[in-house]
Structure formats: structure tokens, C-alpha cells
């Protein structure tokens, strides 16, 4: 039931309560008072009667002259309680009935006034007899209470009609200031309910001031409400930023084990798309222990740098659970890191290596030297053993520098106009003996438009010194080194061609690693430091080019070098 029918049905119902009890206590009141004065006129009548009689000296006619004018019945009583006289023609003599011991009489009889309500039998109507002390006895005078409950019955009736119409016109005003109150009461609640729908409410006027207050407050809460969901929303999508930027991934579950929140880096490591949904944390990883972490966390342990293994990757785990039930799970993704721990490793050992080798060479030849007495020529030839090693030593470490000067960011090419040409038969000059020796020719060709490349000279001087010396360690007797030059893609590409023994297809891919090598004991009888292929990767990719490397076993490589136009070419 709506407010407006609860109020008009509980005043209704108030009011018709009270217009009970007020009829109810106005009749009972009524005929107290219409017995009261009954008994009062009883009274006067019973000491008219003791009067006339006493001066008459005829009781029996005087009490019948009396009844028939009065309608009342008179019995006159002696001392010891005997009827002397009655004016009830109905029943002439004395009566059979002991009416001395009614409680009237005996109050008559003990000399003081009395009085009683009853029926003279069961169909018969109420009566009341009113007696009081006589000289010789006492007198009883009856009357019936018929007309008293006529009066009342017929004031009662008129109460009730009064009260019938006090109840429709009060049913009415209370519907109408139940309309009046209910009314802005709905408004206000549909205005509540439009605050929960997250729409613009409407507050009603009321002119009640209790109900124009609530109003007020309604509206204060909404604006205070306003401004907390937007701090929340700001607060919201600053975290939801937060973990969404995070490098970590991030998974949080509720109690059940529904993840609520994922970022995207949580997918990558997982192999989730943004796209598919997530399954529950305890099935979201198919690993054994992860799945015990899950198991463990959700049931309320926290679990601390748990390393993981999953599909390739190395994951470090922290996982906490919540105050309000369910997990929060960080996942580290170590794979990078412990591959440059391996790397630096084997940098460490190939360093090592590599310098061990001609300090050996060195160290040995010298402690001879200084042990034994060789002859001039045998002397000599030990010498330039030291030398050659102690160059190959400074080479290495030329390179390593060279290498971590590029990489660290502290080296920035000077970009100048480069004429590829001279610069490719500058670098080949200077290992023109070596290539005579082993009877290598070189070619050299240049494409129109891609005579000049915009580079740093020292640079391009280098990558070409590192590719051609490379090619001349694999090439054989009577083999060719192709330099060529040419117009690709914007830029100018550089390539270094050799007809030398080839790589496989399965070292192709490591080549620009540092000290990897195809061939580690040719390279090293070459002198090689395992570097030059490195450095030519990061001076190129420094300019903003690429570099790539094609190679058949048995037929030959090429290494390409691509760098950028930076500017027109007049």
C-alpha cells in the first residue's frame, strides 16, 4: 500500500477508534447521569409518599391514587421489614417474595437512602428502586428504566450519525493532506531513484517545511555525491592507468577467484588478447606450483619472490591476499634479465678468452726469450710473435671500447656527405698486401645517384675496414671481394660481397653478436677479434639504418648496410 492509502486508512481507523470510545463514554456517561437524577426524583417522590400518607392515614389508597398518576410502583415497609401497604393493583395482597431482603430495603431499613437496579424477571424490563427510612419503617418507590434507555439509545444514534459524518469528512481531509504529503514524498523518492540511475533528478516543492528540509538534504547528498563519484572516477582511471602502464603484470581475484582486474601486461605474459576473456585464477595458469601460489594465496598466505617457469618465460611472483577476501598477484617477468645476466657471462668468458690466447703466446715466448739464448733470427721471429699478439691484444681491447663507447650513447655520428667510392678504395688500399698475398681481387661498383652517402666519414671508414678485412679472412685463393653501392628505399645501401666458404643457415642469424663466430679457430688464426660484425650493426643502426647478411654455404656472403637520406643531394 502506497503512503497516501497507509495515511488515509490509519486516520481512518484512529478515527473511528476515537469516535467509539467518545460514544461509547458519552452513553455511559449519559445514563449515569439520567440515573443519577431518576434516583433524585425517586427520592422527592418516596418523601411525598411517606408525607401524604403519614397525614392521610389510608396508606393503601393514597399509594394507588399515587402509582396510577405516577405509573411508579409504592410499597410501604414497617420496621421489621413487612410490606404495610402497596399501591400495585396487578397484585393485590402482600406479596410472596421476601422483598425485605433486597438491598434498598436493607439499606432503607438500616436508615439510610438506598438503591438498585434489576428485573423483576428474565423477560422482564430493568427497573430501578429507589427506598428510604420512615418514621414507622421505611418507603419503595419503583420505576421503570425504559424511558432512561430510550433517551439513551436515542442519543447514541444521534452520536453515531454525528460520528458517520466526522469520519467521512475526516476520511476526506486526510486524503487530501495525504495527497499533499505523499505526493512531493513520491517525487522525492523518484528523484532517489534517479540519483542511483546516475541521470539529473527532479526535487519537488512541497510547502511543508519538514518535508522541504528532507528535500534539502536530498539535494545537499546528491551534490556531495557528484563530487565523490567524480574524485572516485578521477581516482579510478588514475590507478587503472597506474596498472595498465605497469612494466609488471598485475592480476587481482575476489573471493571466488574471479579476476576482476588484468592489465596488459598480465596478458602478454599469459598470452591472453585483450579481446578474449579471462577463466578463473585457479585455471589461469597451466603450471603445477603456479597453480599451489594461487591455491595459497586465496586461502589467505602471502606468497614472497616465487620464481616460475611458464612456457618459455621466467616469472617472479609476489602475491598478497586481500582484506575483503580474494588476491592480488604481481608477476615479474625475469626472461630479459637473466638472458643479459647470460650474456654478460659470456662476454666475461669470451673477453677472457680471447685475451688469454695472445697473453699466453706473449707470456711464453718471453719467459723463452729470457730462459734461453736463440740465435738472431730465431730471436727475431719471437719477437714479432710478441708483437703481433700484443697488436692482436690492443685490436680487442680498440674494439671493446669502441663498442661500449657506441652502445652507452656517448658517441654521436658527425654527419657529413661521404664519397663511398674513395672511401671503399681507401680501405682496400691499406689491405691491399694481405690480398695480394693471397691473390684476392676486388671490384668495386657504384650506381648513378649513389656515389655519396650521408654518414660519419670515420664511420663509414670503419664499417667498410671491418666488412672487407672480415671477407678477406673466408675468402680462398684467387677470391673476389665485390664492394657496390647502390639507390635503395630513400638511401644508399652498401654491400660487401665475397665468393668465400658461406655460412650456414643456422650461425646466419648470430653474426652481428659480439665474439660469435662461424668458424671460431679460422678466425682466430686470422686474428680476428669477434667484434668487427657488432660494431658495423650498432654504426649503422646509429646513422638510423639496418643492416642484414645473406650467405650460401660453399658460394659466398654479403653483408648490406642501409643509411638514410638526411638531406637532398644538389
Not at 680487442?396 to 654521436?412: A, C, H, K, Y
Not at 663466430?517 to 682466430?524: G, Q, V, Y
Request: charged share 25%.
Amino acid at each position: 500500500m502506497k503512503f497516501a492509502g497507509r495515511l488515509v486508512a490509519g486516520t481512518v481507523v484512529v478515527l473511528f477508534f476515537t469516535v467509539a470510545i467518545l460514544v461509547w463514554t458519552a452513553g455511559r456517561s449519559l445514563q449515569r447521569n439520567l440515573e443519577d437524577e431518576l434516583e433524585r426524583s425517586l427520592q422527592l417522590e418516596a418523601r411525598l409518599v411517606d408525607a401524604a400518607v403519614t397525614a392521610s392515614g389510608r396508606p393503601t389508597d393514597v399509594l394507588r391514587g399515587l402509582e396510577r398518576r405516577s405509573s411508579h410502583h409504592i410499597v410501604l415497609f414497617d420496621r421489621a421489614g413487612d410490606i404495610i401497604a402497596t399501591g400495585d393493583t396487578a397484585r393485590p395482597g402482600i406479596p410472596t417474595v421476601d422483598e425485605a431482603s433486597f438491598p434498598e430495603v436493607q439499606a432503607a431499613l438500616s436508615g439510610g437512602a438506598g438503591r438498585d437496579v434489576r428485573r423483576a424477571d428474565a423477560v422482564s424490563p430493568m427497573e430501578m428502586h429507589v427506598a428510604i427510612p420512615t418514621v414507622d419503617g421505611a418507603v419503595r418507590v419503583s420505576s421503570s428504566m425504559a424511558q432512561v434507555d430510550d433517551i439513551v439509545r436515542k442519543a447514541r444514534r444521534a452520536m453515531l450519525g454525528a460520528a458517520l459524518v466526522a469520519l467521512l469528512v475526516g476520511s476526506g481531509l486526510a486524503f487530501v493532506a495525504g495527497r499533499s504529503i505523499a505526493q512531493p514524498l513520491s517525487d522525492l523518492a523518484a528523484a532517489a531513484r534517479a540519483i542511483a540511475r546516475g541521470s539529473l533528478p527532479r526535487f519537488p516543492r512541497s510547502g511543508v517545511p519538514d518535508i522541504d528540509s528532507l528535500v534539502q538534504a536530498v539535494r545537499q547528498m546528491h551534490r556531495q555525491l557528484d563530487e565523490r563519484f567524480a574524485q572516485l572516477r578521477s581516482e579510478q582511471s588514475a590507478s587503472a592507468a597506474l596498472v595498465e602502464s605497469m612494466l609488471e603484470g598485475v592480476i587481482a581475484a575476489d573471493g571466488r577467484g574471479r579476476i576482476t582486474t588484468a592489465n596488459a601486461a598480465a596478458r602478454r605474459l599469459l598470452g591472453y588478447e585483450a579481446e578474449h576473456p579471462l577463466p578463473d585464477v585457479r585455471q589461469l595458469f597451466r603450471s603445477k606450483s603456479a597453480r599451489e601460489i594461487v591455491t595459497a594465496v586465496l586461502e589467505g598466505e602471502a606468497v614472497q619472490d616465487r620464481q616460475l617457469d611458464l612456457d618459455g618465460s621466467i616469472l617472479l611472483v609476489n602475491a598478497r591476499p586481500l582484506e575483503n577476501e580474494g588476491a592480488v598477484l604481481v608477476l615479474h617477468d625475469l626472461t630479459e634479465l637473466r638472458r643479459l645476466e647470460t650474456v654478460r657471462r659470456d662476454f666475461v668468458a669470451n673477453v677472457s678468452h680471447e685475451l688469454k690466447t695472445p697473453l699466453t703466446s706473449i707470456s711464453g715466448y718471453a719467459e723463452t726469450l729470457l730462459t734461453d739464448t736463440p740465435d738472431a733470427t730465431t730471436g727475431r721471429e719471437f719477437l714479432k710473435i710478441i708483437l703481433s699478439n700484443a697488436h692482436r691484444m690492443q685490436r680487442l681491447v680498440d674494439d671493446l671500447l669502441d663498442l661500449s663507447r657506441i652502445e652507452s650513447g656517448r658517441w654521436q655520428p658527425r654527419v657529413e656527405k661521404v664519397d663511398v667510392g674513395a672511401a671503399a678504395r681507401e680501405v682496400w688500399a691499406t689491405l691491399a698486401e694481405r690480398a695480394a698475398a693471397r691473390g684476392t681481387r676486388f671490384e668495386l661498383k657504384v650506381e648513378t645517384g649513389a656515389a655519396i652517402v650521408e654518414a660519419d666519414p670515420d664511420a663509414v671508414r670503419q664499417v667498410l675496414t671491418n666488412l672487407i678485412d672480415n671477407s678477406l679472412r673466408y675468402v680462398g685463393a684467387s677470391g673476389v671481394v665485390t664492394f657496390v653501392s647502390r639507390g635503395v628505399d630513400g638511401g644508399v645501401e652498401l654491400s660487401v660481397t665475397d665468393n668465400g666458404a658461406g655460412i650456414t643457415s643456422d650461425h646466419l642469424p648470430r653474426i652481428f653478436e659480439r665474439f660469435y663466430r662461424a668458424d671460431p679457430s679460422r678466425s682466430r688464426e686470422e686474428g680476428g677479434t669477434g667484434l668487427g660484425l657488432s660494431i658495423v650493426k650498432h654504426v649503422v643502426e646509429a646513422h638510423g639504418g639496418r643492416v642484414s647478411a645473406e650467405s650460401e654455404l660453399g658460394v659466398g656472403t654479403t653483408i648490406r648496410c642501409w643509411f638514410p637520406r638526411t638531406s637532398r643531394e644538389s
